[in-house]
């Protein structure tokens, strides 16, 4: 999340700006309960969720008759609804926020 952070007000925009990121960590975590803790999952999830980006930008610049903050939300309320379908079934793994000591082996 903090390489996507710095990604987005270093390389997108090239200055930090308010809200530059907009809920968007709160997305990665998100990501990792829909990927089901599976890298792979993950990153399949997170081009789902870049794909639904671009999407509403282009839908803004379409010819609909809606308000531009229902396209904004967009990606949003998929994420929640997919979070909704998947989170039924994801198992975290065992060892999470169990502190790792090595000489417990």
């Known amino acids: 999340m903090g390489l996507g952070g710095a990604f987005l007000s ?3 925009y ?15 975590i998100a990501l ?3 990927g ?3 890298p792979w999952k993950s990153a399949a999830g997170a ?3 870049a794909f639904i980006d671009a999407l509403q ?3 803004q610049a379409s010819t609909l008759n809606l308000p531009y903050e229902v396209f904004l939300m967009m990606p949003f ?8 379908l998947v989170s039924r079934n994801a198992k975290a793994p065992a ?3 169990i502190p790792f000591r090595k000489e417990e082996r």
């Not at 090239?14 to 990665?28: D, E, P, Q």
């Not at 309320?77 to 909704?84: D, K, Q």
């Open 32 to 34: 990792v309960v829909f």
């Open 77 to 84: 309320v998929l994420t929640i609804v997919g979070m909704a």
């Open 57 to 59: 930008l282009r839908l």
């Open 10 to 12: 270093m390389a997108q």
């Open 36 to 38: 089901q803790w599976n």
């Open 95 to 97: 060892a999470l926020l």
């Open 14 to 28: 090239n200055a930090y700006t308010f809200g530059v990121i907009s809920g968007r960590g709160w997305v990665c």
């Open 47 to 49: 081009l789902l969720f």
